[in-house]
């Protein structure tokens, strides 16, 4: 589980879905003050984050190395974001009067705005198996004894 806190002390972290405090990692918590929007690719083993304050878009390793910049121009107030493919999809508070905008989520090339004019848009999913692999099924049977 990843999450995003930009509190006094602003990060990126994550935990074992079970909670356990063990497992608690602080990935980010350099040149990072307003992480709003995290998604993670399970394709390459990377998480990508938009940051409100720094204007801008990055991504990581799963264990918040090999950081990149991704996008610094143009991207005012960055709330949700997703990944499909080779494209990342954002919502911006403020750019164009909020807006839905795409681009190549490597180099931040090949950038569009898709809709414009929009109110505060508060987020954005992309739904399609690619995006979540399938897991392992476990099945537990219990045989219950016999009074």
């Given at each position: 589980?990843?999450?995003?806190?930009?509190?006094?002390?602003?990060?990126?972290?994550?935990?074992?879905?079970?909670?356990?405090?063990k497992?608690?990692?602080?990935?980010?918590?350099?040149?990072?003050?307003?992480?709003?929007?995290?998604?993670?690719?399970?394709?390459?083993?990377?998480?990508?984050?938009?940051?409100?304050?720094?204007?801008?878009?990055?991504?990581?390793?799963?264990?918040?190395?090999?950081?990149?910049?991704?996008?610094?121009?143009?991207?005012?107030?960055?709330?949700?974001?997703?990944?499909f493919?080779?494209?990342?999809?954002?919502?911006?508070?403020?750019?164009?009067?909020?807006?839905?905008?795409?681009?190549?989520?490597?180099?931040?090339?090949?950038?569009?705005?898709?809709?414009?004019?929009?109110?505060?848009?508060?987020?954005?999913?992309?739904?399609?198996?690619?995006?979540?692999?399938a897991?392992?099924?476990?099945?537990?049977?219990?045989r219950?004894?016999?009074?």
């Open positions: 589980m990843f999450w995003t806190d930009w509190g006094d002390s602003p990060r990126i972290e994550k935990c074992g879905m079970n909670g356990d405090p497992t608690r990692e602080v990935l980010i918590s350099r040149n990072i003050l307003w992480p709003n929007a995290l998604t993670i690719d399970y394709t390459v083993d990377r998480i990508w984050w938009a940051d409100a304050k720094l204007h801008t878009i990055e991504s990581s390793d799963l264990d918040g190395r090999k950081r990149q910049l991704i996008l610094f121009e143009d991207v005012t107030h960055p709330f949700a974001l997703t990944l493919q080779n494209y990342m999809y954002w919502t911006d508070w403020e750019h164009r009067g909020g807006s839905i905008n795409k681009a190549n989520k490597f180099n931040g090339q090949e950038r569009s705005v898709i809709q414009e004019n929009l109110y505060s848009p508060m987020d954005i999913h992309v739904y399609h198996q690619q995006r979540q692999p897991g392992i099924k476990n099945y537990y049977f219990f219950l004894p016999k009074h």
